[in-house]
């Protein structure tokens, strides 16, 4: 008898057929004899509907009284999962927050799980299937919290290790993780196993299947995860520490951002503090800034740094830039419509020249790059936009993924 | 600073404008100095499409998970209006069931409220305005529990009580109690100050204006009410006990009820227990008989009993008086189209002539009386179905109601 946490995101419950659907998922895993902790999202659209009532009501809407509202979509769907699983004579029982008690810490709507009362429920498992509401918990002061957008994955997470679950299985709407995203390029492939690392590096340029927090959580704790689809009966893709994984492909995957755009600051002093000049205020404006490149600088005097930002915060951020007294530079330039492709791959630190083979294969395709980023697992350059379905298309070939 | 109990129902909350609006009344009251509890329903509508859900999940929806599914209605509504009256600049929170508790005993949805914690919320009453979802509570055990459809009625009857509310405003959709239906006869009028015997009788023949069971409640524990509309400023009915209410007149209202049958068994053998055998089976078939009436017979041997039940169980009904073993009669005839009229009012006790002027009224118009039933404060005749408005108005006029 193994446990197992199911984690069914909106899309799986968004509508009674759905949820009858789901129930059958939990019905076949429980009578193999597993212990069964479902954990579920709000019916699909119901968040955003909610949200936009109390909008409705105010722009600036009471962040306490607005994670009551939104707690309600989860109950909802632990109440109707429950049902439909004692329709199917699987006995059953809906958990609320405050009924476990989820704790959590930090503010209204952006809360963090930090404990999960175990022995009631770990006990009724012996029994039944336990309903849990995702996204949410109590806070100490028994108000209700949530825990940001996309939280019950984060709530999966929790329990599976409060738990210490034998397996976190997360359903979605998606079969698994692809080498690359499989509406635009009809080769990408389903990833059987990736690690938390490559799946982060993933998510966060595009590939989004999990909440990245989630992920790095799980791989805090060393959890595996598998993401799978509720509706094919398809093998998912397993997420685990990567020294489980045997790497015979240097590049898992490849990922590419839209509506970038870069800037440049040309001819910036190169003295300590200058970046944090430079970046300071975007920050204090809530500028997103993603890849930011400098290079060393030939005299030591001056220098150019070149980051990216999303394209409709180009304007604001050209203005904060010109605004700002305390940097010195000749000129600013910028193009506004770029995007950032990556190859993603734990296996590529082994692998001598997956660097120059990217950029090789970029030339190839008489594609010029304006700028260049590489970590650990992960290379990413700035090209034209026009260019990145081409280079996606290539850099998924070259490096044996189709 | 006197305290007040404000309960709103559905269609009072039913969109984002009336919950808007709602944080207006109690701005108003609010201003004034008043400690103000509010108590609210689910929107309109809310509640039965939670219904409809389950009943697509399954038709016999586990009970304990149904009051999950619908205790979220009242939720919702709870979040938005704290969160209009924030907006307002008002202090004011949102108190779930369980985090007052409002203590329930009794099944899933049919439960009643026999406590609930008066300290925090008293505490918090010096500072805002507490918000409280209506129909709902937690049993010992700490599961959440409703008390039956309309139940938001018994919360604010249960709190008005329980935090010794110097007033209980139940907010609705209409202007109050009506002399009669003011939708079928115009010159119906709103009655200023009715007793709760008079408005339980008005209430359960057709004026359906509160819940009944929280009217009993109210008179058990003389807490004064007020029926009043959310959508004017007109003054509403208040409910007292009737000590308090000075009779001008023997006739408060007239009621009527449709789509009833009579029955009659003629012949019935006129001995101790014949009763309880005609109707013991009839109660466990669940059919709701209404009047009953028996008159003394004059040989003591044979008797008539002739009774009244909803027009669609009438065919049921025969059936199991045809397969009742342990009653004798000659035989059954039945009227399946009769309508009961009523007048009540509590002065009637003590204003000789009622009666005759009553069935004078009717016999000038040629209506025929079937069946008579009195009681302290109430008049009730069977006549045909087709003379029900005829008889309403003139009871109306005759009993200087219009």
Redesign the interface.
């Known amino acids: 008898m193994i446990k197992k946490i199911l984690k069914f995101g909106g899309t799986s419950v968004g509508t009674?057929e759905r949820?009858?659907h789901v129930a059958n998922i939990i019905k076949k895993e429980h009578d193999l004899g597993n212990k069964i902790i479902a954990i579920v999202s709000a019916m699909s659209g119901k968040t955003n509907e909610?949200i936009k009532?109390?909008q409705?009501?105010?722009e600036?809407?009471?962040k306490?009284?607005?994670d009551?509202?939104l707690?309600?979509g989860e109950?909802?769907t632990?109440?109707?999962l429950?049902?439909?699983l004692?329709?199917l004579n699987i006995k059953s029982?809906?958990w609320?927050n405050?009924?476990i008690p989820i704790l959590t810490e930090g503010d209204n709507t952006n809360s963090r799980i930090i404990n999960v009362n175990t022995n009631k429920i770990e006990e009724y498992l012996n029994e039944g299937v336990a309903v849990i509401p995702g996204f949410q918990g109590i806070s100490k002061d028994?108000n209700?919290t949530t825990i940001g957008r996309g939280g019950s994955d984060a709530t999966a997470v929790a329990f599976a290790k409060l738990f210490r679950a034998d397996e976190c299985i997360i359903y979605t709407d998606v079969d698994g993780v692809y080498s690359t995203d499989p509406n635009k390029i009809p080769v990408a492939k389903k990833i059987d196993k990736i690690s938390y690392d490559e799946m982060l590096e993933l998510s966060s340029v595009g590939a989004k299947v999990m909440q990245s927090s989630a992920v790095q959580t799980a791989m805090m704790y060393d959890i595996p995860l598998e993401v799978k689809s509720t509706f094919t009966d398809r093998k998912g893709t397993k997420i685990f520490n990567q020294e489980n994984i045997d790497y015979s492909k240097s590049v898992t995957g490849v990922a590419y951002s839209k509506d970038d755009a870069k800037l440049t600051l040309l001819g910036v002093e190169d003295k300590p503090g200058v970046a944090a000049n430079i970046f300071e205020p975007l920050n204090n404006a809530q500028i997103n800034v993603d890849m930011v490149i400098q290079n060393i600088s030939a005299d030591h005097k001056k220098t150019d740094i070149t980051f990216t930002i999303k394209r409709d915060e180009l304007l604001k951020t050209k203005k904060i830039l010109e605004n700002n007294q305390s940097i010195n530079y000749n000129e600013i330039t910028h193009n506004e419509k770029v995007a950032k492709v990556s190859i993603v791959g734990a296996g590529m630190v082994s692998t001598p020249g997956v660097t120059y083979k990217m950029f090789k294969g970029l030339a190839e395709e008489n594609i010029n790059i304006l700028a260049i980023s590489t970590s650990e697992i992960k290379i990413s350059v700035i090209i034209d936009e026009k260019n990145t379905l081409n280079a996606v298309k290539k850099l998924h070939t070259i490096f044996d993924l189709d």
Do not use: H, N, P, T
Request: charged residues 25%; positive net charge; contains cysteine.
């Open positions: 009674i949820i009858q909610l009532m109390s409705d009501v105010s600036d809407f009471d306490r009284e607005l009551v509202l707690a309600s109950q909802v632990c109440a109707l429950a049902g439909a004692r329709k029982k809906s609320l405050w009924q028994r209700i």
